[in-house]
Nanobody, 122 residues
Framework: QLQFVESGGDLVHAGGSLRLSCTASGFTLDDKAVGWFRQPPGKLTEGVAC????????HYSDSVSGRSTISRDDAKNTVYLQIDSLLPEDTAIYSC???????????????WGQGTQVTVSS
C-alpha cells in the first residue's frame, strides 16, 4: 500500500515546539513534492506547508509562516515539519501527501497517511 506514516504529534503547551515526520511507505519521494496538511477539530483540511523535489523550494500557509520549517531527507524517504511558537489554534490532526509539484490542488495529492495528533494547551 502506498501511503505516508506520520509521527511526532504530542500534547504541548502554547509556545512550545514540535517536529513532525512523515515517511513514505511503498514508494520513493525523490521525484515528488510533499505537502503537510492539518484538520482542526470540526473544520476542513487545510494546507500548511509544501516542499518541491526539483529545487527544494518550500511554501507555507499564512497561519504558520515565519514559525515553521519544512525539510526533506530523500535518503530516508522522509519529510519533516518543525513548528515553533505553537498556538492553541495549531491543534489538529497533521497528515502528509504527495503530488508532482506544490502547485497541485489539494484533491490531487495522494498517498495520504493516517495523521498524527497535535494538541496545544493554552
Amino acid at each position: 500500500q502506498l501511503q505516508f506514516v506520520e509521527s511526532g504529534g504530542d500534547l504541548v503547551h502554547a509556545g512550545g515546539s514540535l517536529r513532525l515526520s512523515c515517511t513514505a511507505s511503498g514508494f520513493t519521494l525523490d521525484d515528488k513534492a510533499v505537502g503537510w496538511f492539518r484538520q482542526p477539530p470540526g473544520k476542513l483540511t487545510e494546507g500548511v506547508a509544501c516542499i518541491n523535489s526539483r529545487d527544494g523550494s518550500s511554501h507555507y500557509s499564512d497561519s504558520v509562516s515565519g514559525r515553521s520549517t519544512i525539510s526533506r531527507d530523500d535518503a530516508k524517504n522522509t519529510v519533516y515539519l518543525q513548528i515553533d511558537s505553537l498556538l492553541p489554534e495549531d491543534t489538529a490532526i497533521y497528515s502528509c501527501a504527495a503530488a508532482p509539484t506544490c502547485q497541485e490542488a489539494q484533491q490531487d495529492f495522494h498517498s495520504w497517511g493516517q495523521g498524527t495528533q497535535v494538541t496545544v494547551s493554552s
